[in-house]
């Protein structure tokens, strides 16, 4: 992929996830009784209610944080990219392991495997029906694999870090040369010195 496309995709990517698992870990924490009802509703013991309705917006909201944490930042002196890529790419992982516990369990739900069907818990998903939940799950599910996959070791390098680890390991050198013209100079003048030493030894001054 041409790395703009590249860097184009992978800033969308990160946005839309962003702002989705944001969206819907606030939405259930502002009406957090409502939802443990509609856990209650859901085919699993209802202890697990007790648990997932507190633990579910968190875990939303943590992801939501870590994909705004992992966004893109510059310096202002260098007007360099610093991208924290390992939150990034655990963040995605994160957001495709939680995707696919949501898909799995929607998908045995289409399939009649439940004595009833799990209903949407987030209101974004109350107006789909469950093969369009299913679908959304599974576009989200590929935009998270997507993001992981292009902050990988595929990623471009970025140009203006590759310049500067340029210039990094050429500054050394020049140093070096510096060092080396130096000792060299110092050595003519020792050798110099030597040899005015050793004429005046020979021809000593009369008092």
Same mark, same amino acid.
Do not use: E, H
């Given at each position: 992929m041409n790395p703009t496309r590249r860097h184009i995709a992978l800033y969308s990517i990160q946005l839309f996830l962003? #702002?989705?698992?944001?969206?819907?870990?606030?939405?259930?924490?502002? =009406?957090? =009784?409502e939802f443990h009802t509609a856990l209650l509703r859901q085919p699993f013991p209802d202890s697990w209610a007790a648990i997932l309705y507190w633990l579910l917006p968190l875990a939303e909201l943590a992801l939501g944080l870590a994909l705004v944490m992992s966004a893109p930042r510059y310096n202002n002196r260098h007007a360099a990219k610093i991208n924290h890529v390992g939150i990034s790419r655990t963040a995605y992982l994160l957001s495709a392991a939680l995707l696919s516990i949501f898909t799995l369990y929607i998908a045995l739900g289409v399939l009649?495997?439940? +004595? @009833?069907? +799990?209903?949407?818990?987030? =209101?974004?998903f109350k107006s789909l %029906?469950? %093969?369009?939940h299913l679908l959304v799950n599974l576009f989200l599910l590929a935009l998270s694999i997507l993001g992981w996959y292009l902050t990988g070791p595929t990623a471009p390098v970025? +140009?203006?870090h590759h310049n500067r680890d340029t210039a990094s390991r050429a500054i050394p050198s020049i140093h070096e040369s510096q060092e080396d013209a130096s000792s060299t100079a110092m050595m003519h003048a020792? %050798?110099?010195? @030597?040899?005015?030493?050793? #004429?005046?030894n020979l021809f000593p001054l009369s008092g």
């Open positions: 962003m #702002l989705f698992w944001l969206y819907v870990a606030i939405d259930k924490l502002w =009406s957090l =009784s009649g495997l439940y +004595p @009833k069907r +799990p209903c949407g818990c987030a =209101s974004v %029906n469950w %093969n369009q970025d +140009p203006t020792v %050798n110099l010195f @030597k040899r005015y030493r050793m #004429l005046f």
